[in-house]
């Protein structure tokens, strides 16, 4: 299995809605990530997960909380989320850090 | 702080022309990666250049890495429609907060019969 799997493909919240992105490789992949993209830009770094530790963007609001219950598995809560946020959601994974990465199609997330 | 620019940001081209897209780094990183975007799709990854010098092609694309000068390029020859995308260069920023790419704004590119 060499993909990159995201759950949902598109979500569509409330600014008062708790939910929660899943992304999912069984490449057994160290490294994991959350990226976010906003239309015609490109993706910006928020998480990363090496050996299931976590390294944070500083700039990434609290309202995003991840997750990483197990090698396999990524998870990115969202709360209390603004229009703003509105975007594409990236997960990427790769063998090692600095690996090549690969990426899922993401979860397309509407605010409202 | 690594940053990563490209140029140009927006490209039209013919099939069958040849070009060039440019990739820019700050600081130095030791590896460079080029990833493909069609639209409403994620992204494709291309090449992964791990040394100065490092030069890899695939079919019609080719790219190469000059870590003296910081710079990578991406050689399209005699293009074809199927190129169009949108073509990012990305470096890998380690050693301050979270690890992982940042990317160039990325080369919209549009190739016409």
């Known amino acids: 299995d060499t993909e990159v799997t995201h759950t949902p493909k598109h979500l569509v919240m409330g600014m008062t809605n708790k939910k929660s992105l899943k992304c999912e490789q069984h490449m057994g992949h160290r490294a994991m990530y959350w990226y976010k993209q906003k239309a015609k830009k490109p993706p910006e770094l928020m998480f990363v997960?090496?050996?299931?530790?976590?390294?944070i963007n500083e700039s990434v609001p609290s309202r995003f909380s991840p997750e990483c219950p197990n090698s396999s598995l990524l998870n990115l809560h969202l709360h209390a989320l603004q229009p703003e946020d509105s975007a594409l959601y990236l997960c990427?994974?790769?063998?090692?850090?600095?690996?090549?990465?690969?990426f899922g199609p993401g979860t397309r997330l509407t605010v409202l | 702080e690594l940053k990563v620019e490209q140029n140009p940001l927006f490209l039209s081209m013919q099939e069958g022309k040849n070009y060039t897209i440019y990739c820019n780094y700050s600081?130095?990183?030791?590896?460079l990666y080029w990833y493909r975007q069609d639209p409403g799709k994620s992204l494709e990854s291309l090449f992964v250049l791990l040394s100065n010098g490092a030069v890899k092609q695939e079919g019609r694309l080719m790219a190469s890495l000059d870590t003296k000068a910081r710079l990578s390029t991406l050689h399209i020859t005699a293009a074809v429609h199927d190129l169009s995308a949108t073509y990012f260069c990305a470096g890998y920023n380690s050693g301050g907060g979270a690890d992982g790419l940042t990317f160039g704004k990325g080369t919209h590119l549009i190739i016409q019969p």
């Open positions: 600081t130095t990183s030791d590896r």
């Open positions: 990427a994974s790769s063998h090692l850090l600095a690996d090549e990465q690969f």
């Open positions: 997960y090496s050996y299931e530790k976590l390294s």
